[in-house]
Each structure stands twice: as C-alpha cells, then as structure tokens.
C-alpha cells in the first residue's frame, strides 16, 4: 500500500520539482514547478489508490452451517460407516446447528460453545453433551487447518465426564416374558437370532446361514479396515426361527429398536447382546468360546487370538449347554 514518506521528492537543475513512486509495484513521477502542485497530486495519488484498496469487496464470513456441511462430505463420509455417519449426522443437526448454524466459523467462541454443552447438561443429556463435545472439536480443529480460526475454542472447554449406564442382561423371569412376548411380534425371527448368536445391531444385515453356523461380518471394523467375519454355532433352540428371509436381515436397526422397547421398556435392544453373553456363561461354557463367537477376542492377549482354534465339532457341542 503507497505511503507518503516512500515518494523521493528532488529539484531538478532546470528548477523543476519532483516527486517520484517506484514500490509496489507502481512507477509513478509527477513533475511541476510549483512544489506545492507536485505534493497535492502525489498526495491525491497516494490517497485514490489506497482507498481502492480499502473498497475491494471483503471476503464473505462463512457460515458454521456452510462449513459443517463441507466437513462432512468431505471428512466423515469417505472415513466413518454409513451408521456412524447417519448418528453424527444427526447430532450436528439437532444440538448444534440450531445454536451455531447462523454464526461465522471466525466468530465462534469458547463461551459459545460452553453454553450449547450446558444447554444439553440442563436437559439431562450427559451422553448427548459428551458426544457433542467430541464432534465440535473435531469440526473446530479442521476449521482452524483451514484458516478459518486462529486456534480451537473447544480447547477451552468443559464439561464433566458423563458416567456410562453399561447395559444389564435380562433376568430369569424377563427372560420367560420376552420369549413369550416376542412369539406375537413381527419381528420374532430377529429378535430370537439376536438372543441366541449376540450378534450386534449392525451385523444383522450381513448374517448368512449353512447347516450349522452363522457367519456375519464383525461390526467394529473401521471403515478402511480389512473386513473380518466370525462364525456362531445355531443353538438347538434357534433352529425353528430360521432361516431368515433377505427382507427380515435387511429390517431397518431403528424400527427394530423401537419394536423392542415395546415388548421390554426397561431394556435396549443391545440387551439381548448382553444377555446371549451372560448365560452361555452361566451354562459352562468357556469364556475363550463365548468371546469368539461374540466378537470379543482380546487383539493383546496373543493365546486367545492367534494360536487357540477350537474346532466346528467342539463348538457345536458347546452351544448345545444354552438353556435359555
């Protein structure tokens, strides 16, 4: 930007002033032999082409609704699991562009954010708020690679650690009642695989059968891991409640959910995960068996992972010790 102490003012030996630019990319010269003309019209200059500078049309703000839409088309979609984006999705929507959608991501502060996490803490929604807090600041920490934000508000935020409610098998009698209930419901096929196997919610979809197992693809797999399947030995009791239709392994997670909230109000659909766990322990069946079948093969514990395989024929004879 021009300034009026870079211009080299001299009089030339014809009597002849002048003042001349060359910075900036300008090489100006103005000449009179009136040294006040000379400084008028190189102060005028030095004025008019500041003042275009100052009239360029400012950057538009970006809008956090803007920017959170580009985060997850370009950040969450190619890197999380179609559920796992779907409940992130979500989140945004519901709990945090309705308090900072409308403001400029440059005009995000910490208070801002402390005040939508303790909006959520006054409502009861400990868990809520705490997930919350973990997607801001991973929205936040790539604004701030984008230059949006000198530094992360949420750095500065806080919150207490919400204590998680692990989920409770159902008991001896709730069981009785749900084995009952379940016989009328719709979804009484799923319901039964879900008892029987303690697959998860999300492994439902991907369940085939043969004559004696069940195979799903693990559910904890990253998106970019290598996909890794396990096998489930059908228990006597399963067998009349398969096989299930494509239609019924494609049966949509929430509906299901839902439908089972219906039957059991105390419990999550989980639950039955939970359950499945519970009593083929209590049946005698050995722990290394049951994480196998659940998924649950510690990647640290080198014995279990790596070198015991327990053979079809052995596990077949387990399954058989599930009484529910």
């Not at 006597?236 to 959910?257: F, I, W």
């Not at 093969?297 to 070198?307: F, G, K």
Request: include cysteine.
């Amino acid at each position: 930007m021009p300034r009026l102490k870079d211009g080299r003012f001299r009089k030339t030996v014809d009597g002849y002033y002048q003042v001349r630019y060359r910075r900036d990319g300008y090489d100006k010269q103005f000449t009179s032999k009136n040294l006040q003309t000379v400084k008028t019209e190189f102060r005028e200059w030095v004025k008019s082409v500041n003042g275009e500078k100052q009239t360029v049309t400012p950057k538009k703000k970006q809008l956090f609704v803007e920017f959170a839409e580009s985060y997850f088309t370009h950040v969450k979609r190619p890197n999380v699991g179609a559920e796992t984006y779907d409940m992130q999705y979500g989140y945004m929507k519901r709990h945090i562009l309705p308090r900072l959608g409308e403001c400029a991501v440059r005009e995000i502060t910490p208070m801002k954010c402390q005040s939508l996490l303790n909006a959520l803490l006054l409502e009861g929604k400990g868990r809520t708020a705490e997930l919350v807090q973990t997607l801001l600041k991973e929205m936040l920490r790539a604004a701030v690679g984008e230059k949006l934000l000198s530094e992360n508000p949420m750095q500065y935020v806080k919150i207490p650690k919400h204590q998680k409610q692990n989920g409770r098998a159902l008991s001896s009698e709730e069981l009785k009642k749900f084995i009952t209930a379940v016989q009328t419901s719709y979804y009484r096929k799923q319901f039964m695989l879900f008892l029987y196997t303690g697959i998860r919610r999300n492994e439902l979809h991907s369940a085939t059968f043969d004559e004696n197992f069940i195979t799903v693809a693990n559910g904890k797999c990253r998106k970019g891991e290598r996909q890794t399947y396990r096998k489930i030995p059908i228990a006597p009791g399963l067998r009349q409640y398969l096989p299930l239709s494509q239609k019924e392994l494609a049966a949509n997670n929430k509906v299901l959910s839902r439908a089972f909230k219906r039957i059991c109000p105390d419990h999550h659909l989980y639950d039955l995960r939970h359950t499945f766990t519970t009593r083929t322990l209590e049946s005698g069946i050995q722990k290394a068996v049951v994480d196998l079948w659940t998924g649950h093969v510690n990647r640290s514990d080198m014995t279990t992972s790596v070198y015991t395989h327990f053979s079809d024929e052995f596990q077949l004879t387990e399954i058989k010790k599930l009484d529910f």
